[in-house]
């Protein structure tokens, strides 16, 4: 998502993507898309679901392709489109090869922009939401003037314990008196969790979705288990415990990841 939203501004470009349908939600949130094209190329696409796709990419005047998918199928697709630039890790159909680079998982589509011209920051990016969302979750909070602790459980056997995630509002209220604690519901909007987490002081989140969409809101976060790599690192971020140990992670290691 930086890589491509920093393309888009760069070269004042607008934005089609081909994915699956689930994908939607994430992709909404950049204002640069101008079409989503739902196909699913980790189910084997049907014939007609290629022909669709040849179609809606032989009909506006695309001169870029990002190609992250591979196969024959694909392949023979972009070959016999008009698109004059098309980047790819592998393929007969592609203009340009390239690797990915080094650093967290969004930095290291550096090298897909280089063709182009264009630099990558993706420590630098950030969403922008439309304000009647935002104001919607500023107007949910709890009452108060104190900084706000927004809390999201992924769930499941391997999480970091319900009791804990209970019990932590009152250990950190034992040392500041005036902190606000908010837990973001399971099966929220993407949009409404990317604003909810935009509006905290602070994030304490076991869950992948909600840990990128963090970082590209800038809010500090503790990130629970998370995967290495997935992540930037930087002086508001914390990492704490691998996705295996978060069932035996103490309550004091998460309260020192705080600040406490």
């Keep these: 998502m930086p890589a ?144 706000l602790l927004l809390m999201a459980p992924q769930g499941g056997a391997t999480d970091w314990p319900e009791e804990h995630w209970i019990e932590l509002p009152s250990a950190i209220q034992t040392r500041l008196a005036t902190l606000r604690c908010d837990r973001l519901p399971a099966g929220l909007p993407l949009i409404r969790r990317a604003a909810a987490v935009a509006c905290a002081d602070v994030v304490l989140t076991s869950c992948p979705i909600t840990q990128i969409l963090t970082v590209f809101s800038g809010t500090p976060l503790v990130a629970l288990g998370a995967e290495p790599g997935l992540l930037p690192e930087r002086s508001d971020l914390r990492c704490l415990g691998t996705a295996s140990e978060l069932t035996t992670l103490q309550e004091d290691e998460v309260l020192k990841a705080l600040g406490f």
């Design 4 to 147: 491509l939203a920093s393309l888009c501004r760069t070269l004042g470009a607008s934005l089609q993507v081909a994915c699956s349908p689930a994908c939607r939600e994430a992709w909404m949130l950049l204002p640069a898309l101008d079409k989503l094209i739902p196909i699913d190329f980790d189910n084997d696409p049907a014939l007609a679901d290629w022909a669709n796709l040849l179609g809606s990419i032989r009909e506006p005047d695309f001169q870029i392709c990002l190609n992250f998918v591979e196969g024959r199928q694909v392949n023979l697709m972009l070959s016999m489109s008009r698109i004059m630039t098309r980047i790819g890790r592998t393929g007969f159909s592609s203009t340009e090869r390239v690797v990915d680079g080094p650093g967290w998982s969004a930095q290291r589509l550096a090298p897909w922009l280089e063709p182009l011209g264009v630099s990558l920051d993706a420590d630098a990016f950030r969403l922008t939401l439309p304000q009647p969302v935002l104001d919607q979750v500023r107007s949910d909070h709890p009452e108060g003037d104190g900084p």
